[in-house]
T-cell receptor, first 107, second 113 residues
Framework: KNEVEQSPQNLTAQEGEFITINCSYSVGISALHWLQQHPGGGIVSLFMLSSGKKKHGRLIATINIQEKHSSLHITASHPRDSAVYICAVRSNYQLIWGAGTKLIIKP | EADIYQTPRYLVIGTGKKITLECSQTMGHDKMYWYQQDPGMELHLIHYSYGVNSTEKGDLSSESTVSRIRTEHFPLTLESARPSHTSQYLC????????????FGPGTRLTVL
């Protein structure tokens, strides 16, 4: 069993839909990262959080330390949001990566 | 926007060639990382450095080597490339002041024929 599990693996939605991507982990962590990787391969860090909730534009990330679970939400989704969204946790000074969720937003 | 650069962005070479993938950052970060990522798969840490003259192997065994002679520069070298080295290589950097948030370069997509 992987230490970081993301669901779903693939998600296709219509423009405007509310999107939720989940991340569960089984190790003790000091922080959790959400990153976005576009088809060209470049990776952008979206959030780094250790508790509570953060919001940036249409993106919202939440984490529940007790349940070892985090969610990334996208409101009013747009085709330009199409990308792979990756969850990574910091544990013992190392980053453990999820396999990513491939999101496609259709116009 | 993060100031971390990788060159080349794309490289197609023949088996047996020696190659160096360049990574530079202008943020003064002490920590730098190399990740390998096959298509559709998760990133795997292959090398990291916590400062000048400090390099360590990561979780995934790799035949590549790295050096850290200057803070801003963390090149990765393959002495004799093979088709099994075909992958994407991503460089990242971080510092403790920003909570170790990692900033990524654009990646180098390597194909070995």
């Amino acid at each position: 069993k992987n230490e970081v599990e993301q669901s779903p693996q693939n998600l296709t939605a219509q423009e405007g839909e509310f999107i939720t991507i989940n991340c569960s982990y089984s190790v003790g962590i000091s922080a959790l990262h959400w990153l976005q990787q576009h088809p060209g391969g470049g990776i952008v860090s979206l959030f780094m959080l250790s508790s509570g909730k953060k919001k940036h534009g249409r993106l919202i990330a939440t984490i529940n330390i007790q349940e070892k679970h985090s969610s990334l939400h996208i409101t009013a989704s747009h085709p330009r949001d199409s990308a792979v969204y990756i969850c990574a946790v910091r544990s013992n000074y190392q980053l453990i990566w999820g396999a990513g969720t491939k999101l496609i937003i259709k116009p | 926007e993060a100031d971390i650069y990788q060159t080349p962005r794309y490289l197609v070479i023949g088996t047996g060639k020696k190659i160096t993938l360049e990574c530079s950052q202008t943020m003064g970060h002490d920590k730098m990382y190399w990740y390998q990522q096959d298509p559709g798969m998760e990133l795997h840490l292959i090398h990291y450095s916590y400062g000048v003259n400090s390099t360590e192997k990561g979780d995934l065994s790799s035949e590549s080597t790295v050096s850290r002679i200057r803070t801003e520069h963390f090149p990765l070298t393959l002495e004799s490339a093979r088709p099994s080295h075909t992958s994407q290589y991503l460089c990242a950097s971080s510092d403790g002041a920003s909570g170790n948030e990692q900033f990524f370069g654009p990646g180098t997509r390597l194909t070995v024929l």
